[in-house]
């Protein structure tokens, strides 16, 4: 079985649950070409489908959905659709007529799709309101790699921070993903300099804040920011962590469970994720400084006040996993291809 997977682009080494999905399928006969298609990739996106020999063809939103379709249906091949947020987390970042033809556009594919998954159960059940059936198939977890790390990964993290010059006996905070609005990046920044007693890891790239994490990893002794690593080098370096930042608006975001499995406090927002998780799992804070520096000073000051400690999210991670999800997957497309 041979897949080309459309997915909005991504900076070089950042984690998706595409490549968590492919290592799940590793045991099956399944080849998953994984392409970028943001920007000047949809050209390169385009051509790979058109002269590629693919069995299915399959689109993330927003715009490897909108690609993915059109492309489907000229190579004759089933198209599956990929649904990780809802059409409204982009409402604010364009123009209302572009939102509102976006909308109408995304509604019109889903429909016509040969397969729905669906990340978060709100969008799942507006399909269903509207007579589209789907498989609800949300971020899963690797428990092994970051609650029991290989030691040589641990250990080469362990190097890099050392060279970096961080305090081991200091408390660690860390972000890992890109630097966007969505993740709150300028109020964990803000909270840098009330926070002196902290350490401040930022791993990632990209986004529109990248360049202010930059300036205050140079003007700041407790924040450093070394770029982007490999995704099997995270457990390394989440083994001498603390407290996991995961401040943006989604029900479960990879990095959460991750951060869970390593057995981190997460401080996570509010919202469709108090659905899933309870306040023994995630330390809900509305995503302002004030809270930020409130939260992390009770972690360290009084930690009793914090029930989410990590070990409960770390329980919850250890059950669910990458290898569930990929079989579901593998079900759908092989009943599209028999």
């Given at each position: 079985m041979n897949i080309l997977w459309l997915r909005p682009t991504v900076g070089t080494h950042i984690s998706t649950r595409r490549e968590r999905i492919r290592e799940g399928l590793s045991d099956?006969?399944?080849?998953i070409n994984i392409v970028d298609t943001s920007g000047t990739d949809a050209i390169r996106a385009i051509k790979t489908a058109l002269t590629g020999d693919?069995?299915?063809?399959?689109g993330t939103v927003r715009i490897g959905l909108y690609l993915g379709f059109p492309l489907a249906r000229l190579k004759g091949v089933p198209f599956v659709a990929e649904v990780t947020e809802p059409?409204?987390?982009?409402?604010?970042?364009?123009?209302?007529p572009i939102f509102l033809f976006l909308t109408w556009y995304e509604w019109r594919v889903l429909k016509r799709a040969d397969a729905r998954f669906f990340v978060e159960a709100e969008v799942l059940e507006r399909a269903h309101n509207r007579g589209l059936d789907g498989h609800l198939v949300r971020n899963s977890v690797w428990y092994r790699k970051f609650a029991d790390p290989d030691p040589s990964v641990v250990e080469n993290a362990r190097k890099q921070l050392e060279s970096m010059g961080l305090n081991f006996d200091a408390?660690?905070?860390?972000?890992?993903g890109a630097f966007t609005k969505q993740q709150h990046i300028l109020e964990i920044l803000a909270a840098v300099p009330k926070c002196p007693e902290w350490e401040f890891l930022f791993l990632g790239e990209e986004g529109q804040h990248a360049n202010a994490v930059t300036e205050v990893a140079k003007t700041h002794e407790n924040v450093y920011f070394p770029g982007v690593v490999p995704h099997e080098e995270i457990p390394g370096y989440l083994s001498f962590s603390d407290v996991g930042f995961?401040?943006?608006?989604g029900e479960r975001p990879l990095k959460l469970l991750e951060y869970g499995a390593a057995g981190l406090t997460v401080l996570g927002m509010p919202g469709r994720r108090e659905r899933i998780f309870s306040a023994d799992e995630v330390h809900f804070i509305e995503p302002t400084t004030p809270n930020i520096v409130n939260a992390l000073n009770m972690i360290q000051q009084d930690p009793d006040q914090v029930p989410a400690t990590g070990s409960a999210?770390?329980?919850?991670?250890?059950?669910?996993?990458w290898k569930k999800i990929s079989e579901r997957y593998y079900n759908v497309f092989q009943d599209l291809t028999s």
């Open positions: 099956y006969e399944v080849s693919y069995d299915i063809i399959v059409v409204e987390r982009v409402k604010d970042d364009l123009p209302r408390p660690l905070a860390v972000y890992i995961s401040l943006s608006k999210l770390q329980e919850y991670a250890k059950e669910n996993s």
